[in-house]
């Protein structure tokens, strides 16, 4: 061991979880890393950043919401190194290395392909572990800042590989009691619903920032925890650069809601200066406001709406939006349309009809009806939580629908009808039936 080098201990539990299926390997955790209590904690370091831009989601701003990101896409991450001799984060200096038992992962999850964010990593893979694994490992340019000569949209291009063994996200749609319930698990574990809240605002900003880039835009939020989205969406697209009113019947200080209400009152504690907040204001006021904006987004209703109405002041505020949207604005919808039921799909008097729903979470039975595009548009789920393993207990994979009138498997409809997979020739080449060989030379028929 050199005088300035360390002897380190790797602390940081693995992440992953019997759906992982590409295992990404770095050397060891940097000084800043272990500070941080988990991987890649640099702030210069673009793992995360080559990671939210593959999936197309905002940069996981948290250790939790960064665990969240590699469970949800079925990521498993870890270092090769169990412990070593190292100069600060100096891969070059590594000595006495020990490495880890990948095993622990690759006995749990069906890992098909394993990633090193660099040379060295790579390099005491081959070493150490691949005779443990069985599994040879491709090698990633690093994501480190001592890489800066690659940008990172080279880096982002060449880690699009791993999504070749990466499935598509499920989307189930839920009853909203059993969305409700869901959020209640999973808070009940540890991530509340004020940071459920944090990630769906945060999402809405990112989408409606996304396609959107650069306008005007006005939030109108209702009084319960559809406009607590709004509040923090409002925050972080000013944050982003957009000139943003904020429209609402209520200070933050006088809505009920939770955590709406704590939303609402941090955003006023630190409200950035392109961001307005107009309480309760006229009609006529508020339709000056629409027309003024590129996009509106509407968060005055979600899953708490029903009934056959909308009442005052949200009906005229819906009216308003919906003639803008008539001459061109874009209409974002958060959760769901306002006067849409998310349980039914049917459409109070007035609805917003949005271009795009953004929901929170997972989809839900109403937005799945087949007349919902004409309400919500393009519906894109927020992934604000891992919500896997709450629904694969309370949602059996269904069996596949059949439409009314196909054949009982098993039974075919007409007595005649043939094996599927039969040729012209009556032969199945899937079938288990053994080939009859044929003679290799025919008997001479003159003998
Ligand atoms: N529970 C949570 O932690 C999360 C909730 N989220 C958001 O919260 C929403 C659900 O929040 P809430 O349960 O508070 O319900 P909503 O905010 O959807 O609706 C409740 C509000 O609607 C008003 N309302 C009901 N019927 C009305 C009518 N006919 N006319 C006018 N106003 C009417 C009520 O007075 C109440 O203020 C979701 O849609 C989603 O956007 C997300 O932030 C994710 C996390
Ligand atoms: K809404």
Redesign the pocket.
Known sequence: MTASSEHIVHEIEPVFDRHSRVLILGTMPSPKSREEGFFYGHPRNRFWTVLASLFHEPVPATNQRKRDLLLRHGIALWDVLASCDIEGASDASIKNAKPNDLTRITSAAPIEAVFCTGAKSAELYRRYCESQTGIPAVQLPSTSPANAAMDTETLTAAYQVILDHLEAPRHVALHVPEV?AL?QAIAADGTS?AE??DR??GFLAFYTHTLHPEGRIAVLC????????GWVAAGWLAEAGHDVVLITPRSADELR?E??KSAAQKLMQALPESCRILIAPEADAVAAELKAADVIIDAI???????D???EP?ARWIEEACACRESGTAVIA???PSGYSAETGKA?SPCIKADETVT??TSKVGLERPWAFTYCGNVTVAP?AYTRPYLDETQPDEPEEQPADAPAPGKPDEQFRRPENEDDDGYDPYSDRPATPEPLFQQDPWN
Request: glycine letters at 22%; charged letters at 10%.
């Open positions: 409700v959020e619903l459920l809240m769906a605002g209702g009084t319960g925890n559809n406009g607590g989205d809601a955590p709406a209703l979600g899953t708490g709406f029903s009934g109405s909308v009442k949200f958060a959760d769901c109070a929170m979470i604000i």
